[in-house]
Antibody, heavy 123, light 106 residues
Framework: EVQLVESGGGLVQPGGSLRLSCSAS????????MHWVRQAPGKGLEYVSA????????YYADSVKGRATISRDNSESTMSLQMSSLRPEDTAVYYC????????????????WGQGTMVIVSS | DIQMTQSPSSLSASVGDRVIITCRAS??????LNWYQQIPGKAPKFLIH???SLQSGVPSRFSGSGSGTDFSLTISNLQPEDFATYYC?????????FGQGTNLEV
């Protein structure tokens, strides 16, 4: 079964840091770009970050640029998003997402979503 | 960034109805348009890619059309499990951007 499982969410104070992790199974992880999409409570979907298959190319939305670092370990089929200087507006469910087309770089559809991990930034 | 605008933002319908949700891009995106369904408390589900290609396992009552800047998602013969929020997303260029969502309710 193709599956993505996120972990690492929780309550953190403004200015704090958090590391989100995603464990993949059931597909050739190293063949697909991987992405993070977030959803603030009651709001729509926001594209956050992406990492290419080789891990050397990354993308960050302006809203997290300079505060987030995405990484992947193809040998372990895992991906991470390290976030620092967290703000209340970072409060959201963070989804780990698989790119649909193995030949696509970052612009892609998203065919597999994890269940999401909740990040709450509050004092 | 390419802006995606969905209409309507919310829609009331009944079981058995046919509904159409539209999505407009701020510039041409060819057919790089995808649709997702989200049930409250759940992750989005991938429905349609490339404007009109149904993802495996998605019921045939779902269909998509359009190209350039104007797209639509049609759901025929609405079923109880179809009441959800629907999002369009462009994959023409980075950053991938989503519409604001359409809440389909009874």
């Amino acid at each position: 079964e193709v599956q993505l499982v996120e972990s690492g969410g929780g309550l953190v104070q403004p200015g704090g840091s958090l590391r989100l992790s995603c464990s993949a199974s059931g597909f050739s992880f190293s063949s697909y770009a991987m992405h993070w999409v977030r959803q603030a409570p009651g709001k729509g979907l926001e594209y956050v970050s992406a990492i290419a298959t080789n891990g050397r190319s990354t993308y960050y939305a302006d809203s997290v640029k300079g505060r987030a670092t995405i990484s992947r370990d193809n040998s372990e089929s895992t991906m991470s998003l390290q976030m620092s200087s967290l703000r209340p507006e970072d409060t959201a469910v963070y989804y780990c997402v698989k790119g649909f087309d193995s030949s696509s770089y970052f612009a892609d559809a998203f065919d597999i979503w994890g269940q999401g991990t909740m990040v709450i930034v509050s004092s | 960034d390419i802006q995606m605008t969905q209409s309507p933002s919310s829609l009331s319908a009944s079981v058995g109805d046919r509904v159409i949700i539209t999505c407009r891009a701020s510039q041409s995106i060819d057919r790089y348009l995808n649709w997702y369904q989200q049930i409250p408390g759940k992750a989005p589900k991938f429905l349609i890619h490339s404007a009109s290609s149904l993802q495996s396992g998605v019921p045939s009552r779902f269909s998509g059309s359009g190209s350039g800047t104007d797209f639509s998602l049609t759901i025929s013969n609405l079923q109880p499990e179809d009441f959800a929020t629907y999002y369009c997303q462009q994959s023409f260029t980075t950053p991938n951007t989503f519409g604001q969502g359409t809440n389909l309710e009874v």
